[in-house]
């Protein structure tokens, strides 16, 4: 009895150790690339996060290589401290996640600089400016949020086009949420929602799908765009305004603008209510 009881604790022991194991590597932080400033100098590169989808913002070309206007800021940005531009693409509802998680340094990420999401990350100071608006198709009549009602919306996911409408609409609209800037105009396109938010350039973007058949119905806000970084990492917030300070001034953010934008510069303000863009 005695070695029976022996080998059954063994047996109990060995499963245990093997399912340590087993769940150790699952339990184990997820690799992170963040650090500070002269930690990425010291490696020699600046990991950003962009979106991977949003042209002219920012989205993989047919070379697989990141383009748009945060690329180019981003790659101005990495060469203004001296290192290489590592970028890694983001769904709109990954962006935040992925800065505070350490999965990047950075984010250049089409960031429309809202208050509620200065409670969790640490803007910049905006250097490009987004008008948000419902788009539909020209035979529908939609002029404002009460024309909403009834109506299949399609917002991405955790954007400030989601926030807009959900505030604005509330109930009255039926609003669908998808991952990015893509699936939500081929939602519009494919007849899966009625209307959608999206940015100042969703105008070209269905245009080209479809010519003459959709049009911007009502604005929603004129959003600015900053950079994001972890609340209190003073020396990447502090690097990134000089930049975009030299940059405004030395006439190379109008020249990325005109190449992606196709419009000057707008003129930015020195402060938004409850959005600081000093970090403590």
């Known amino acids: 009895m005695m070695k029976t009881t022996q080998k059954s604790m063994a047996r109990r022991t060995v499963l245990a150790l093997i399912t340590a194991a087993a769940v150790a590597p699952l339990m184990a932080p997820a690799a992170a690339f963040a650090g500070t400033l002269e930690q990425a100098k010291a490696k020699g590169k600046v990991v950003i996060g962009i979106q991977g989808d949003n042209a002219p913002w920012g989205f993989v070309n047919s070379s697989g290589i990141q383009d748009g206007l945060d690329a180019d800021i981003g790659k101005a940005y990495a060469d203004y401290i001296g290192v290489k531009a590592e970028f890694v693409p983001l769904a709109v509802a990954n962006r935040i996640p992925a800065l505070m998680t350490g999965k990047v340094d950075i984010l250049f990420a089409t960031m429309g600089m809202t208050a509620d999401r200065a409670k969790t990350i640490q803007f910049s100071k905006p250097y ?153």
């Open 128 to 280: 490009a400016g987004n008008v948000l608006s419902v788009y539909g198709p020209k035979d529908k009549k939609i002029a404002s949020y009460d024309d909403l009602r009834g109506v299949s919306v399609g917002v991405p996911k955790s954007s400030a086009m989601d926030t807009a409408i959900t505030a604005g609409a509330g109930s009255k609209a039926s609003i669908l949420r998808f991952d990015d800037d893509a699936a939500n105009i081929q939602a519009l396109i494919s007849g899966q929602v009625e209307v959608v938010g999206g940015n100042q350039f969703y105008g070209d973007r269905l245009n080209a799908a479809s010519a003459g058949k959709y049009e911007a119905k009502f604005d929603l806000v004129t959003l600015y765009n900053g950079a994001g970084t972890r609340p209190g990492e003073k020396d990447w917030n502090e690097s990134i305004n000089s930049f975009i300070d030299k940059i405004k001034a030395n006439g190379e953010l109008a020249k990325i603008y005109a190449k992606w934008m196709k419009r000057d510069v707008p003129s930015f303000p020195d402060s938004l209510p409850d959005i600081p863009f000093a970090a403590k």
